[in-house]
T-cell receptor, first 109, second 115 residues
Framework: GQNIDQPTEMTATEGAIVQINCTYQ??????LFWYQQHAGEAPTFLSY??LDGLEEKGRFSSFLSRSKGYSYLLLKELQMKDSASYLC??????????WGAGTKLIIKP | ETGVTQTPRHLVMGMTNKKSLKCEQHLGHNAMYWYKQSAKKPLELMFVYNFKEQTENNSVPSRFSPECPNSSHLFLHLHTLQPEDSALYLC??????????????FGPGTRLTVT
């Protein structure tokens, strides 16, 4: 089968750094996406990785290791508005997008 | 404003009703998607249309019937639903299907309750 694993919930402090991990097992690989979803809202695109390494975009960075089937999303200088669910999704060799269940991130003052 | 709109935003229907969900994208994208999102479960892809042609149907029950009259509009026709079909139904679009430009833009969703 194909599956994406992420922690269900994480808690962090405002101003700190948090790393959200994602491991995947899919039939082939054609890219990995991270999306943010605030409660009651639609998911919004954060990042895309297809080659190994780190992609940085402001306070958010995403890392990929294809050999390990592993990615993480790094959030720096956390703000209260970063409280949301973070969804990891992988495109397999048939270009089907496989979604993780999401990680709910709770930011405390 | 995401460029993808969905109506209605909320829908309550009985098991014998027939209703339709509508999605419209103003982004000039070629691919459109229907998803079901239930609490604490991964997004479930239901249907994919690429250039108005259905490319995926992930074993969705026949009580859900999609329609894509053009690349900007997508419908989901509902009939004789079950209470377990209650969920958030999300529409999304992307420039292309697969690859870097398959980044998806989502609509706000329709919260469906089946009584």
């Amino acid at each position: 089968g194909q599956n994406i694993d992420q922690p269900t919930e994480m808690t962090a402090t405002e101003g700190a750094i948090v790393q959200i991990n994602c491991t995947y097992q899919t039939s082939g690989f054609n890219g990995l996406f991270w999306y943010q979803q605030h409660a009651g809202e639609a998911p919004t695109f954060l990042s895309y990785n297809v080659l190994d390494g780190l992609e940085e975009k402001g306070r958010f960075s995403s890392f990929l290791s294809r050999s390990k089937g592993y990615s993480y999303l790094l959030l720096k200088e956390l703000q209260m508005k970063d409280s949301a669910s973070y969804l990891c999704a992988v495109t397999n060799s048939n270009y089907q997008l496989i979604w993780g269940a999401g990680t709910k991130l709770i930011i405390k003052p | 404003e995401t460029g993808v709109t969905q109506t209605p935003r909320h829908l309550v229907m009985g098991m014998t009703n027939k209703k339709s969900l509508k999605c419209e994208q103003h982004l000039g994208h070629n691919a459109m998607y229907w998803y079901k999102q239930s609490a604490k479960k991964p997004l479930e892809l239901m249907f994919v249309y690429n250039f108005k042609e259905q490319t995926e149907n992930n074993s969705v029950p026949s009580r859900f019937s999609p329609e894509c009259p053009n690349s900007s509009h997508l419908f989901l026709h509902l009939h004789t639903l079950q209470p377990e079909d209650s969920a958030l139904y999300l529409c999304a679009s992307s420039q292309d299907y697969g690859g870097r430009w398959s980044e998806q833009y989502f609509g706000p969703g329709t919260r469906l309750t089946v009584t």
